[in-house]
């Protein structure tokens, strides 16, 4: 499962989207033209005028085209606009309640922590996680523009029903539309679906009171007027249903396909096909199945994991037992009903926390490890169990107090900048005096203490930590917001330089914390071919060279090589080699911001570029992994961790 792959096949779903969009407008256009023609003609000479030859009038049509496609155009863009608030608009449109991350609720704490370890182990920040909290039957969805904004929303059903490795089957299939690139092309279905099924709307109000109107009047010209009106709103509403049928059809093109893929992710991620199945299987046997009760169902319908309506008619999912087939080709065909399962603890984390290990995670950044080329490119690619293994025994092995630290309004921003904190003892506590001047108090009091726990740690705990962090973090006000960002910005300048962890904390700030303040539409992909970039290849190509190899020019030169002969044997792209003064921040931030605009398959050439530049010498280092992600991460395709080029004990 390339996550590139899939990111370009969402992409250039678009185009398809587009293209059915058009012709259901087109359909639209001459459904109401006939329509408006019919009701002239009757207004003018009665019924009997009506002939066919009466049809064709130019002028009506021009009037219809016009209309009709600044209705469906504009209610679009006004739909466009209110989803640029991103998946939590979505959740909250479907009655979704954003769970407490503070919660003591067992099925709650159980939902929270499936999906925190399946963040960490992709590389992602933790989505914000919502609850229906009034749908008793088994369904979930993602939602988001990108991975910034993104939320995971289950039922009640889903949360209290499915056993734990049913729940992280169900979790490892809406992240796996989260990381292949499904969740922007379904707000931008959403969004196109609502101008089309608009006039529905209208012929729904204006029947409404045409039926109200007739009833209430007695004379000739009100009958008259309130049958126009009749005749006006069947019309539209019929309308609308052909407005309909392209819709649903236009979600069974994009969707069944891709929840194909997202089944057979799920499976990968997790090694364990039973859990999947086992949802599939209880949600067949359940009553109330997969159905979505919310007037809102209809319109996200090729959002939810299983249909989220009753009628199957050009069903935007696979027939349940299709997909259950795939996963478990030796099942017998019956489904199961759903029992609550058995509650032995009081919450998800006590019996699996090991409140020690986390402490002797010291910082192992020199670590190397041999690591075949096709072991790093696989590890960019996809998402393997052992990844996902690495989030669960991460996740779990923080101490509690960290991960309350990381849910609390206060907490959260002094484990930041706990993290960030100088190792030097003087610098560190000229940085304290300043944040005591420019923080809260009580964020203040935890910042000295938690570096004492923190500051050590491998990186790569370090990130899970900031990924624990950012949902709590978008919670601040707007104000709030941009005195963190100017104390972290603060502490990155302290001493004058920006070392790697820095670098990266500060990318991963702006990908996810800044877009979300400001709202930031994700870039328009300018570049399909990387030729087109070679002076920002160059940049990055030769900084990541020189980082990795640190005072070793022979070293630099061979490892920029190396990528620079890799280019040159995939693509057309020809770089050459910068040195210091012509890659400084500002250098590296509009090459990374060029590259944000890229298709996946140039992002994935630049890293795998990357690759060959740090493994030039046949070893991986925790340092020169972290390298990649930080580049992945902000150019917006973020990678899970390097397992095996990362030791963490």
């Known amino acids: 499962m390339d996550f590139f792959e899939h990111q370009e096949q969402a992409r250039r779903k678009t185009g398809l989207l587009v293209f059915y969009f058009i012709l259901a407008v087109v359909g639209i256009i001459v459904a109401v033209y006939l329509l408006s023609a019919v009701i002239l003609t009757v207004l003018e000479g009665g019924p009997n005028a009506f002939h066919l030859h009466s049809i064709w009038r130019p002028e009506i049509f021009l009037y219809a085209a016009v209309g009709t496609s600044l209705i469906v155009f504009l209610t679009s863009a006004y739909k466009t606009a209110q989803l640029s608030g991103g998946g939590v608009v979505v959740a909250r449109e479907l009655g979704g309640r954003e769970v407490d991350l503070n919660t003591t609720d067992f099925h709650e704490r159980r939902l929270l922590n499936v999906v925190e370890e399946m963040a960490i182990a992709s590389g992602v920040p933790v989505p914000t996680v919502f609850v229906m909290d009034r749908e008793d039957s088994i369904n979930a969805f993602a939602a988001g523009k990108t991975t910034s904004d993104a939320v995971i929303g289950v039922t009640r059903g889903c949360m209290s029903l499915l056993t734990r490795d049913e729940l992280q089957g169900v979790v490892a299939h809406e992240f796996s539309h989260i990381l292949n690139g499904d969740m922007r092309l379904n707000i931008r279905l959403m969004a196109l679906l609502y101008g089309i099924l608009f006039l529905a709307l209208m012929g729904e109000l204006i029947l409404r009171f045409g039926v109200r109107g007739g009833l209430q009047s007695s004379r000739r010209e009100g009958a008259g007027a309130a049958l126009v009106m009749l005749l006006a709103g069947v019309g539209l509403l019929a309308i609308g249903y052909i407005g309909s ?48 009760t919310h007037p809102m169902a209809r319109d996200c319908s090729h959002l939810f994991f299983s249909s989220g309506l009753r009628s199957q008619m050009l069903a935007t999912h696979p027939p349940l037992k299709t997909r259950i087939g795939r996963l478990l080709p030796s099942w017998d065909g019956k489904f199961s009903g759903s029992t609550l399962p058995a509650i032995t603890q009081k919450t998800d984390r006590d019996s699996t926390r090991q409140t020690n290990q986390a402490v002797s995670m010291l910082d192992s950044n020199e670590a190397t490890v041999s690591l075949r080329e096709t072991e790093v490119i696989e590890s960019m690619r996809t998402l393997h169990p052992e990844q996902v293994e690495l989030g669960q025994n991460v996740h779990r092995s923080l101490p509690e107090h960290w991960i309350d630290t990381c849910h609390s309004h206060h907490g959260a921003q002094a484990m930041v900048y706990a993290l960030l904190l100088a190792q030097d003892e003087t610098l560190r506590n000229s940085e304290l005096s300043q944040l005591r001047q420019s923080c ?32 709590t973090l978008r919670h601040l006000s707007q104000n709030g917001y941009q005195q963190f960002r100017a104390i972290t910005d ?16 500060l990318k991963v700030i702006q990908r996810h914390l800044d877009t979300f303040f400001n709202r930031s539409r994700p870039p328009r992909m300018k570049y399909r071919n990387i030729s087109r970039l070679n002076d920002e290849t160059s940049v990055l190509i030769s900084t990541l060279a020189a980082m990795s190899h640190p005072n070793d020019p022979a070293g630099i030169e061979s490892a920029f090589n190396r990528a620079g002969n890799y280019l040159k044997s995939t693509s057309r792209a020809k770089i050459t080699f910068r040195d210091a003064a012509e890659c400084g921040l500002k250098e590296i931030d509009a090459a990374l911001a060029k590259f944000d605009s890229a298709t996946p398959p140039v992002k994935r050439l630049l890293l795998e570029a990357a690759s060959q530049s740090v493994l030039e010498d046949n070893v991986i280092s925790s340092r020169e992994a972290e390298l990649i992600r930080a580049t992945a991460d902000a150019i917006g395709c973020p990678i899970p961790p390097f397992v095996k080029a990362a030791p963490i004990v």
């Open 245 to 292: 049928f392209f819709g649903n059809l236009i979600k069974a093109s994009v969707s069944r396909q891709r929840e194909y893929l997202a089944d057979a992710s799920a499976v990968q991620f997790t090694r364990n096909p039973e859990g999947i199945a086992g949802a599939l299987i209880k949600i067949g046997g359940l009553s109330s199945g997969s159905e979505v």
């Open 440 to 471: 809260e108090t009580e964020t203040y009091d935890l910042v000295a203490g938690l570096f004492s726990e923190v500051g050590k740690l491998h990186s790569t705990i370090k990130f899970s930590l900031v990924d624990l962090a950012i949902p």
């Open 490 to 505: 603060q502490l990155i300048a302290s001493d004058r330089q920006v070392n790697l962890f820095e670098f990266a904390l």
